[in-house]
């Protein structure tokens, strides 16, 4: 494929995106950003009955004009693919590179590859929390009453804590 089509279709995908949007009742809603640039990317996932497949896969965000018609890319093919998850956590980085067009995105490497990254992230934490339920144990949503206001939960949590004076109580 030659240059000026990969560039048209990247144009195509950034102005037209494929299942792009919030996906009602998800199993897992994956936030994925890139510091470097500021772009964001929220994948959807609702998993199919057989655990393997994928019901439903939507994503929104912003950022620049790669990483949101990637993302519309990547989508596409796994909808129409009819890709199970763990066919999409085989996928590999450097041939979304390709597929998107290695000279266009030369600069732009992890830009390109947000979508699949936040998309794996997706998979992978359904497929954990689909094997704790099946084991029996509930992953706790938030922390308890009690925990006192010194305490942080989830992202930025060792952060926090490794700061001066971000977690006052150590006794």
Same mark, same amino acid.
């Given at each position: 494929?030659?240059?000026?089509?990969? %560039?048209? %279709? *990247? *144009?195509? !995908?950034?102005? /037209?995106?494929?299942?792009?949007?919030?996906?009602?009742?998800?199993?897992?809603?994956?936030?994925?950003?890139?510091?470097?640039?500021?772009?964001?990317?929220?994948? &959807?996932?609702?998993?199919?009955?057989?655990?393997? !497949?994928?019901?439903? +896969?939507? &994503?929104?965000?912003?950022?620049?004009?790669?990483?949101? $018609?990637?993302?519309?890319?990547? *989508?596409?093919?796994?909808?129409?693919?009819?890709?199970?998850?763990?066919?999409?956590?085989?996928?590999? &980085?450097?041939?979304? %590179?390709?597929?998107?067009? /290695?000279?266009?995105?030369?600069?732009?490497?992890?830009?390109?590859?947000?979508?699949?990254?936040?998309?794996? $992230? $997706? %998979?992978?934490? &359904?497929?954990?929390?689909? /094997?704790?339920?099946?084991?029996? +144990?509930?992953?706790?949503?938030?922390?308890?009453?009690?925990?006192?206001?010194?305490?942080?939960?989830?992202?930025? $949590? +060792?952060?926090?804590?490794?700061?001066?004076?971000?977690?006052?109580?150590?006794?």
């Amino acid at each position: 494929m030659d240059r000026q089509l990969q %560039i048209q %279709i *990247l *144009l195509d !995908h950034y102005k /037209r995106p494929r299942h792009r949007g919030p996906l009602e009742d998800a199993d897992v809603e994956m936030p994925g950003g890139n510091p470097g640039c500021g772009d964001v990317v929220v994948v &959807y996932l609702k998993s199919a009955d057989d655990h393997e !497949h994928m019901e439903g +896969v939507s &994503y929104e965000g912003e950022g620049c004009t790669i990483s949101m $018609a990637a993302s519309s890319m990547l *989508l596409e093919q796994v909808v129409e693919g009819d890709l199970t998850m763990d066919e999409v956590l085989e996928m590999d &980085y450097n041939e979304m %590179i390709d597929q998107l067009g /290695r000279q266009i995105v030369a600069s732009r490497p992890k830009c390109a590859t947000l979508g699949l990254g936040t998309l794996k $992230a $997706a %998979i992978r934490k &359904y497929q954990k929390d689909k /094997r704790l339920s099946d084991a029996g +144990v509930s992953r706790p949503e938030a922390p308890p009453e009690d925990a006192g206001e010194d305490l942080v939960f989830g992202e930025g $949590a +060792v952060e926090a804590a490794s700061r001066p004076g971000g977690v006052t109580n150590r006794e």
